[in-house]
């Protein structure tokens, strides 16, 4: 039910309400009625009680209630078992021994679902452990994921149904005993319900083989539906693979970072996987969605944004802007639901906590959730085209179901398909208070999630994600093992220490995973970078080393070559000149030799030509024959033994053939047979046939013919064939082929040789010719063979010789040539040996070092990124002490790094750190080791620097580079990030808040992808190109920002703040540069020139080793080398000789400027306490520029000396009166002691003379623990007493307990002195303690003395001028300001600085139009806006009063005042602001404008002297022109007395004022321009009219309470009166120190004022000397308090937790309440009776204590309930724990309660005591005494005691009043006749005299005295006797103020009571003396 406001009602439900009663709303436009009809309401809510609130009655009536109790066993079970039975029957079929699982999976899980109910419960701490039946049916659900395909036994179901009880019970817890409940749980229910024994169930997971499966082991139990690297099997089953699980989503991974334009670099380890795997699961069922709870950096986007991918689910994230409010988040809704439902795909939304602009947002997702939609999200139009789209969709559906197409129907199935297709994945942080109260509003966000806690990461995955990045980098397997437990402990370690640093700062800093992989991936990046780095250096020198070496060693060896060389080269001489003869005579006998030759060639030359003519000749003739001879030949090639095989087998051959073999046959001279004729002559016949035949039988015939010898053929032969053949006419080839081809051929081969031979003829003769002409050739050409070859021996002998005289020459060039080299090289040599011989041990030693820190690498490198990663954002000492902690747990380790290892030694250059400090960043350690961060971190830097330093140094660093400076205010701020991110310029966003713009993240994350080749990244909603050398600064101005782990892991926050150091350094830098600049100048010069030689040297030295290691072979062949060498080295020894002479000088100018160093550490003790004064209020803001300026100002204007010592003093004396004048200007009266006290003390604890200790005593009187020791005396109270038992354990102060017993009288009498500070000290102690330790004494002895005795020690050690501020003057603040200088008043109640203001304006000019005046408040901004821009053109002023109204419009007024430019602004334009202390007011702006207070100033004096320095009494014209100047002014004295008077009592408390009235200067100004007048217009002075206008109505016009405005009107009756003006001897007290000066000039009574006290005693303010114990002590604690605020905590040790103790509380005080009174009874045994109303007074006081009894009763029970988790903690329970955990009575009983203003402790004693009084009251009868305080409505036991009396003596009550006697000290046994005796009332402010009977003084430091018993007479008013008494009024508490109940009364005051006094009234009254019922304690 909806929350209740304050007054009880809850405003939803009362509209409701009101309808119900009147059937009608009203229109809140035009006050119509509304009227509904026929409309039937149906509500539904939570029981209330425990964080649910209840409804009213009112509300009730209107209903018949029906209460739903929960389901009870059999009716779960018979639902979840029928669901069961469904999923293992119909809709899959699973064997039959699965058929007992349904009883068991259904039993086992209400066992669970019980137990969690019972065991798991939302304790505070834990409010989501809230279950329900939606948690049950998860788990069946999750059961039902199962198909007989995954699940092949009963066993696989019973491992699946244990998994979805860890995924629906498990995820969610938040500690150990917790989640080891549960497995314990699980393990019993396994062997109970599921007949498993869980270890043997779950084997497989053992992996320790210890056959327990422990939680840890537990975890790997995984369920999913992707493990398929395929992604066929899209089944939910077991994962039994871890590694190729690990594997596919990794291929997802990469997957997803392929296609997203957003990648993520994820490392996949078992941690992570096993969220995905829940985070999926959560995904896959229907209506599910998720709440993952966890800091930000623990993954949760990623992984859903994973999963998603992997399910193809769409995912939707809204995108926040500045300017992001409820419209856009309904826009981006409708998106959602729009895109959700228009396909079948699945869709996911993921929204984050910081998402969260309004919390109005989660109210819709909670509706989401509930019902899967948002009411009234969409308009009439929309809803329209919802449908539309929808009708489309269902139209494609299945008939059977489809919907009947009416707008209701589709837009239910709009939201249907919303419920189906979208799910909600919240991720939360767990961090603050948010979380918890969302949980309590938004119960859905429990009901409807599954949830998933992101524990810190467990030990395993710290491991798993070291061991997987630190795997592939070289180092030993120790080393390896070491560095991952090194990387754990960083981790663990920063989580420690951010813990202190918020106990002690309370600064935060938070730890989150991506902290650890940052460490992880700088420690790797870093450590690759460095070796090759290291490695490279170390090769240069070692080969430049090489190179030397081998030069030197090559001189020995060159001199000696060269001593062998010389008599080598004098033979070689010889040699050749004895060559050169002999070569000259063998040349004569060559030429000869060569004639005689030739002559030979020319005759044998000739007869070869000849014998060649004779040669062509016969080829000629030879050339006819043989073509035909080449035809024959053919011809018989074409001839096979085939064709001749035909021949031969004629029997009778034709004749042609015939013919032809026997031409054949003669040419082969083959006889032919002699055969008788066949023709029968007889004679025998020649017959060629039988040879031919044989001739053909031949197989090599046709070769024999082809090898025919043709060129000597027997001319027999020849002949015959020439005469018988080739003539016949029948031997022709052409004739011959009809008889036979082969024959044919033959016969043309017989023709050739004929012709062949015809020719042979011829040339025969010639051919004999020409053998003898080639014989006399032959026989020629052998004699000049002869000469030929010798003439070749005579060459090649003088070759010979030619090539030994080439060899010789050649040999003497080459020695020659050696011989020259080797001198060279000696020369070169000696230069490189001398040049750089010097380098040789400096390079050995490098290398040597090199190759150590190689080794040393590891362990310093895996520091410098523990520091990089995770110490940014703290300060210098944590930073410093951790990295401390972590060298030593380093070096125990073994893991091998530097002695001296630091961030500079390690990553640091020396040449960019100059360059930094040139730049202007702060040269001490921690400021450079922020410069390394920056360079070396993987992340943007986000600077907290309320000084600017950084923002300096970023703006001078990157001034080159064209630097953009940015801030969110600016309008076009994103435009310039886009193009310098595109063209690869710095940004630096300057003064950012806490939160930073959501359009930043992608770049904050670097999200960049590659689009086309190049890399882009998104901004908002446009894609850019990214320019790799893009750099990205932010610096916030805040002192002690809070960024929430959202915020922190995407920067690298770093913590500027300056040091001690750097700050001395600047400011040493400042003095010198103004007292000395020539020094400075030289010095700045030097400083310039050193960096830049020490470039060049660093550059020279480069370009050596270059050379040295890049030149090939040996260098001293290599001249250009050398002489590059030797320049580079000349030029090297030029400048380290400038250098030493420039270090001389530097030194020397060092030595000088040391001198001025005290001064610098003196105003850097002073910048560092003004810094702490924004602890006390957020006011006191002061820039570093402004403490800068005004320290150059000190050392312009202050006094010069010559003597350094005495200029010194000069200036420290100057320059810290400077600042304390200007930083009083802007500090509160109450803060203005504290800070001198705060600058001395620091000043001397510097200097040592400060123990801490004891300082920390001072402040906090030690840390109580129960004392041992009881206290010796009745006059020491028991706080005194602890402290000074806690002070004996100091040092210097033991044995102060041990003697104090023997010194008593001497303290006591320190005790009681009225000044106890002055007084001597007992025994050794007077001498023995220096001042400081006095005060401790003190503030243990005399607290409420502290304040006159730290003045004393201030005046010691700074002088009196530090303990009186400077009264306020305008001019000279505005003096100090500029036209872009706000002026900024700080208002105080009561100040009003407008008419001063106004007053000074008129004087410098700026009156009327040039004045302008607004105050802030709604809708005003705009107007101020306009003002300003019409005021900075034309140079007038601008006032806007109470900027603390325009929260909102802060931003803006910082953005206009950063806009301020000199060139712009007008220079008379101001703008001046007035506000209240305020946290929201903009800090640069207090920083850079002038700041003023103008509160009235502390104590009477300087109050007084203010008034006369104000307007217009300090206007001489004024103050002179009276007709009656010696009353005026001794009346206008008395005035200003009386202003002072009235202000100050208000320090005195409720003694005082009962309410702090804020009287102000417009009081005092209007009173003293009436007095002036009515003395100007009246003959005698009308004191009556003044003391009316003044007392009446200027003050008293503001004074609300009567009993106040009696005193004020008896205060007044002391300065206006006859006796100030007539007696020259009247004094304001008794004192006489007081008193009205004589009449004369205007500055005589200033001077006359400025004699009077300082802290003036009470008397003057008509009190008592105790009255100022309870300022003086208020005032101490006060004092002590906000120091307390400007000094870091020191973390205790932790006790119980806080729900014990609250516990225990609430335990003891259950155990001490009675029950409540039996009313009843009471009124049946006291009934209400016309004669005795006291019944009536105790059963109505019984009533009033029962609700409060209850009320008490009710939130102990409930607040114990809610620590046990029974019920849910809501915001008022929440109270009162906090209550009691401080002793604090809680607001919830208040309310119910009578007034009290007592710890919890003695409320609950008091509370008791009064429930006894009236139980006793009851039991025994009304008391003889009534206890007057025991009432809780105390004006109705009064009207009852009047009312008795009335109706007894039947007078009318209204003329009734009371007489009051005060009685004896005794015990009286009966009542008074009439009226009634009443006790309990103490006197304040004085005492009860017993022996006089009268009121008197109080004793000394007794504050309270206790009243006798009291009888109160009712009397008629009439019958008062006139005798002298004081009316007191009596009240319920030391508070004395009220607020008016809805009984008439205060709520405080009872009564006035006239008690005896034999002084006048107003001494009492001036006194404050009242009655009260209950003390304090």
């Not at 871890?242 to 596919?248: A, E, Q, R, T």
């Not at 940052?518 to 430049?544: C, D, H």
């Not at 808040?993 to 998104?1018: A, H, N, S, Y």
């Not at 019944?1735 to 029970?1757: A, H, K, P, Y």
Request: charged content about 25%.
């Amino acid at each position: 039910m909806p929350q209740r406001e304050i007054y009880g009602a809850q405003p939803p439900v009362e509209l409701l309400r009101q309808w119900l009663d009147h059937w009608n709303w009203y229109d809140l436009k035009d006050c119509t009625m509304i009227k509904l009809v026929d409309i039937q309401i149906m509500c539904a809510m939570g029981p209330p009680g425990g964080g649910r609130n209840p409804i009213t009655p009112r509300f009730m009536r209107h209903f018949n209630t029906v209460t739903i109790n929960e389901f009870d066993d059999n009716s779960m079970h018979i639902i979840f078992s029928r669901i069961l039975h469904w999923q293992f029957h119909s809709r899959f079929i699973f064997p039959p021994e699965f058929d007992s699982l349904t009883e068991q999976v259904v039993n086992a899980t209400l066992y669970v679902y019980k137990a969690a109910m019972q065991n798991l419960l939302p304790t505070p701490a834990k409010s989501h452990y809230l279950f329900n039946l939606r948690d049950f049916s998860r788990v069946v659900q999750g059961v039902c994921l199962s198909t007989p395909l995954t699940a092949v036994d009963p066993a696989a179901i019973k491992r699946l149904w244990v998994h979805e009880v860890l995924r629906v019970y498990y995820d969610r817890l938040v500690d150990d005993a917790d989640r080891a409940w549960l497995v314990d749980c699980l393990q019993t229910v396994m062997g109970s319900q599921l007949q498993e024994n869980f270890n043997v169930l779950f084997k497989h997971l053992d992996s320790k083989g210890s056959g327990q499966v422990n939680e840890d082991e537990l975890r790997s139990l995984m369920f999913c539906d992707f493990s398929d690297p395929k992604g066929e099997d899209k089944g939910y089953r077991e994962v039994l693979d871890f590694k190729s699980l690990k594997k596919v989503v990794e291929a997802h991974l990469e997957e997803f970072n392929n296609l997203s334009k957003k990648p993520m670099n994820l490392v996949i380890f078992r941690f992570a996987i096993e969220h995905v795997c829940r985070i999926s699961r959560i995904l896959k069922q229907p209506h599910s969605h998720a709440l993952l709870v966890g800091v930000g950096g623990s993954g949760r986007q990623s992984l859903t944004r994973l999963a998603a991918h992997m399910a193809d689910y769409l995912l939707f994230q809204v995108e926040i802007s500045k300017s992001y409010g409820s419209y856009e988040w309904r826009e981006d809704l409708k998106q959602i639901f729009r895109k959700a439902t228009e396909g079948e795909m699945q869709a996911v939304f993921l929204f984050t906590d910081t998402q969260i602009k309004q919390e109005s947002f989660l109210e819709d997702v909670n509706n989401l959730l509930n019902a899967g939609e948002v009411p009234n999200l969409f308009p009439v139009d929309e809803k329209q085209e919802v449908c539309e789209r929808m009708r489309l969709i269902d139209r494609q559906r299945d008939r059977s179901k489809q919907t009947d197409g009416s707008p209701l129907a589709l837009f239910n199935m709009f939201i249907e398909r919303c419920r189906n297709q979208l799910h909600v994945v919240l991720a939360m942080s767990p961090i603050g208070d948010a979380f918890r109260n969302r949980l309590r509003k938004f119960p859905a966000l429990v009901n409807c999630c599954t949830i998933d806690w992101f524990q810190s990461w467990p030990e395993d995955a710290l491991e798993a994600v070291a061991k997987r990045s630190l795997g592939d980098i070289e180092m030993s397997e120790r080393i390896r093992v070491c560095c991952i437990d090194m990387c754990k402990s960083f981790h663990t370690t920063t989580i420690e220490m951010s813990e202190t640093f918020y106990t002690e700062l309370q600064r935060y800093n938070y730890v989150t995973p991506t902290s650890y992989l940052e460490l992880i991936s700088t420690f790797q990046a870093l450590l690759e970078l460095k070796r090759t780095e290291v490695v490279k250096m170390k090769k240069r020198y070692e080969v430049g080393l090489e190179k030397l070496n081998s030069a030197a060693s090559q001189v020995l060896v060159m001199q000696s070559e060269l001593a062998a060389l010389q008599p080598e080269l004098i033979v070689a001489s010889a040699a050749v000149d004895n060559m050169m003869i002999i070569i000259e005579k063998e040349s004569i006998e060559v030429s000869r030799t060569e004639e005689i030759v030739k002559a030979d060639e020319l005759v044998a030359n000739d007869q070869a030509m000849a014998a060649k003519a004779i040669k062509d000749e016969c080829d000629a003739d030879l050339a006819k024959a043989l073509p035909i001879l080449e035809a024959a030949l053919a011809a018989l090639d074409t001839l096979t033994t085939q064709d001749i095989t035909v021949m031969k087998s004629m029997k009778s051959p034709p004749s042609g053939v015939k013919l032809v073999m026997e031409a054949i046959c003669i040419l082969k001279g083959i006889k032919a047979d002699r055969i008788p004729d066949p023709t029968g002559s007889g004679k025998k016949i020649e017959d060629f046939w039988g040879p031919a035949k044989k001739v053909l039988g031949d197989m090599k015939l046709l070769q024999s013919l082809h090898e025919y010898d043709k060129d000597s053929i027997p001319s027999a032969y020849i002949n015959v064939i020439r005469s018988k053949y080739i003539t016949n006419p029948e031997f022709i080839p052409e004739k011959i082929r009809n008889a036979s081809t082969a024959a044919e051929g033959l016969c043309k081969w017989v023709i050739a040789i004929d012709s062949y031979d015809k020719v042979a003829k011829v040339v025969a003769p010639k051919k004999a010719k020409l053998a003898l002409a080639e014989g006399e050739l032959k026989i020629a050409m052998n004699g000049l063979r002869k000469k030929q070859a010798a003439l070749k021996d005579v060459q090649d002998k003088l070759e010979k010789l030619q090539e030994n005289l080439e060899t010789n020459k050649q040999k003497k060039a080459d020695l020659e040539n050696q011989v020259d080299l080797c001198s060279k090289k000696l020369e070169r040599a000696d230069q490189l040996i001398g040049g750089l011989g010097g380098e040789k041990t400096r390079w050995n030693l490098t290398a040597k070092n090199l190759g150590r820190q190689y080794t040393n690498l590891t362990g310093d490198i895996l520091i410098s990124s523990g520091i990089v990663a995770y110490l940014g954002a703290f300060t210098s000492t944590y930073r410093q002490q951790q990295a401390e902690k972590w060298i030593r747990k380093c070096k125990k380790m073994l893991i091998p790094c530097s002695d001296d290892m630091s961030l500079t030694t390690t990553l640091g250059d020396p040449v960019k750190i100059r360059a930094w400090n040139i730049a202007g960043l702060p040269s001490d350690s921690f400021s450079i080791d922020n410069g390394i961060i920056i360079s070396n971190a993987r992340r943007w830097p986000l600077m907290i620097d309320p000084q600017g330093q950084a923002n300096k140094w970023v703006k001078n660093m990157e001034k080159a580079n064209s630097l953009h400076v940015i801030k969110l205010s600016d309008s076009d701020f994103v435009r310039t990030l886009e193009n310098c991110i595109q063209f690869g310029t710095p940004v630096l966003l300057e003064n950012v808040g806490e939160e930073l713009d959501p359009i930043l993240e992608p770049l904050l994350l670097k999200q960049t992808f590659k689009q086309g080749g190049t890399i882009c990244i998104r901004l908002g909603d446009s894609t850019i190109e990214y320019a790799p050398d893009f750099r990205f600064y932010i610096t916030t101005k805040l002192r002690n920002p809070h960024y929430l782990p959202e915020t922190s892991v995407k920067v690298t926050l770093l913590n500027f703040m300056i040091t001690s150091e750097g700050m001395q350094d600047q400011l040493l830098g400042i003095v010198v540069a103004r007292e000395r600049p020539d020094l400075e100048e030289e010095k700045q010069a030097l400083i310039l020139q050193s960096a830049e030689n020490k470039r060049l040297l660093k550059e020279i030295e480069d370009k050596i080793l270059e050379i040295l290691s890049t030149s090939e072979g040996n260098i001293l062949e290599d001249e250009t080398a050398i002489k590059i060498l030797s320049s580079s080295k000349v030029l090297a020894n030029e400048i380290t000789q400038k250098q030493s002479v420039a270090e001389e000088t530097e030194r020397k100018i060092d030595e000088t400027r040391m001198g001025y160093r005290s001064i610098a550490i003196h105003s850097a003790i002073l910048f560092f306490s003004i810094g702490d004064l924004a602890s006390i209020e957020p006011m006191y803001q002061y820039s570093l520029n402004w403490f800068i300026n005004l320290f150059i100002m000190s050392i312009e204007n202050s006094e010069k000396s010559d003597e350094l010592s005495e200029r010194l003093q000069i200036l420290t004396k100057y320059f810290t009166y400077s600042l304390y004048v200007n930083v009083c200007r802007s500090l509160f009266e109450k803060d203005k002691l504290l800070f001198s006290f705060c600058l001395t003390i620091n000043l001397l604890k510097h200097d040592k003379l400060i123990e801490e200790v004891e300082w920390t005593f001072l402040l906090t009187g030690g840390i109580g623990l129960d004392n041992p020791h009881p206290n010796p005396t009745e006059w020491l109270p028991k706080a005194s007493w602890d402290e000074f038992c806690r002070l004996d354990e100091i040092p210097e102060f033991a044995s102060l307990r041990s003697q104090f017993v023997d010194l008593l009288d001497g303290w006591k009498a320190v005790y009681d002195s009225m000044d106890p500070h002055q007084e001597m000290f007992p025994g050794e102690w007077e001498n023995k303690l220096a001042n400081f330790q006095r005060m401790l004494v003190i503030r243990c002895l005399r607290p409420d003395k502290f304040i006159p005795m730290a003045q004393e020690y201030v005046t010691a050690n700074l002088g009196r001028r530090f303990i009186e501020p400077p009264p306020f003057d305008l001019s000279s603040a505005f003096g100090d300001s500029n036209a872009i200088a706000p002026l900024i008043f700080i208002l105080s109640p009561g100040a009003d600085p407008m008419a001063a203001l106004l007053k000074f304006a008129e004087d410098q000019g700026f009156g009327g139009s040039k004045l302008s005046s607004l105050s802030l408040g709604q809708g005003q901004g705009p107007i101020a806006m306009n003002m300003i821009e019409m005021a900075v053109k034309q140079g007038s002023w601008v006032v806007l009063q109470n900027c603390h109204l325009a929260t909102s419009w802060m931003s803006t007024l910082e953005r206009v005042c950063a806009e301020l430019n000199p060139e712009t602004t007008h220079p008379d334009f101001r703008l001046w602001l007035t506000s209240y202390p305020s946290s929201n007011f903009p800090v640069s702006v207090l920083q850079n404008g002038v700041k003023m207070t103008n509160e009235a100033p502390k104590g009477l004096r300087p109050n007084i002297i203010r008034s006369y320095l104000m307007d217009p009494i300090s206007d001489p014209e004024f103050f002179g022109s009276c007709s009656k100047p010696a009353e005026f002014k001794k009346l206008l004295y008395g005035l200003c007395f009386f202003h002072a008077l009235v202000q100050e009592r208000r320090k005195f408390g409720p003694l005082g004022w009962n309410i702090p009235y804020e009287f102000n200067e417009t009081d005092l100004r209007i009173s003293v321009q009436q007095l002036h007048m009515f003395i100007n217009q009246y003959e005698e002075v009308p004191l009556d009219a003044l003391r009316y206008m003044t007392g009446e109505c200027n003050y008293g016009g503001r004074v609300t309470d009567d009993w106040d405005r009696r005193t004020l009107r008896s205060i007044l009756n002391k300065f206006y009166n006859k006796e100030i003006t007539a007696n020259p001897k009247y004094t304001f007290d008794q004192s006489g120190i007081y008193y009205p000066p004589a009449e004369g000039e205007y500055i005589s009574y200033i001077e006359y004022t400025k004699t009077l006290p300082l802290n003036p005693t009470p008397e003057i303010f008509g009190m008592h000397t105790n009255a100022d114990i309870t300022k003086d002590q208020s005032e101490t604690h006060n004092l002590f308090d906000s120091i307390l605020l400007t000094q870091s905590r020191t973390s205790g040790a932790a006790g119980k937790s806080t729900d014990d103790t609250v516990f225990e509380v609430s335990t003891d005080i259950l155990g001490r309440l009675p029950a409540d009174f039996d009313i009843e009874a009471a009124m049946r045994k006291y009934p209400t009776t016309y004669n005795q109303s006291m019944n009536t007074v105790l059963v109505q006081e019984m009533g009033r204590f029962n609700i409060l009894l209850r009320t008490i009763r009710d939130s102990c029970i409930n607040i114990q309930k809610a620590i046990k988790g029974l019920v849910v903690m809501s915001s008022e329970l929440e109270e009162v724990a906090q209550s009691m955990l401080t002793g604090r009575i809680p607001a919830l009983w208040m309310k119910k309660s009578y007034p009290s203003l007592k710890p919890l402790g003695s409320y609950m004693h008091d509370f008791l005591d009064r429930l006894k009084f009236l139980q006793d009251w009851f039991e025994i009868g009304a008391p003889p005494i009534f206890w007057l305080s025991g009432f809780f409505f105390t004006q109705a036991f009064l009207t009852g005691g009047q009312q008795n009396y009335a109706r007894k003596f039947t007078i009318p009550i209204d003329l009734l009043t009371f007489d009051y006697e005060v009685l004896e000290d005794r015990n009286y046994m009966y009542p008074p006749e009439d009226g009634v005796y009443i006790r309990g009332l103490f006197v304040d402010g004085a005492r009860w005299d017993r022996e006089k009977r009268k009121l008197a003084e109080s004793y000394p430091k007794i504050l309270y005295d206790t009243m006798p018993v009291m009888w109160l007479k009712p009397c008629k008013k009439s019958e008062i006797s006139p005798h002298q008494v004081y009316i007191a009024p009596v009240y319920k508490t030391s508070e004395r103020r009220g607020t008016l109940s809805t009984t008439g009364h205060s709520t405080n005051f009872v009564i006035a009571m006239r008690i005896p006094s034999d002084r006048p009234s107003e001494h009492w009254i001036g006194r404050g003396v009242a009655l009260l019922c209950q003390l304090n304690s």
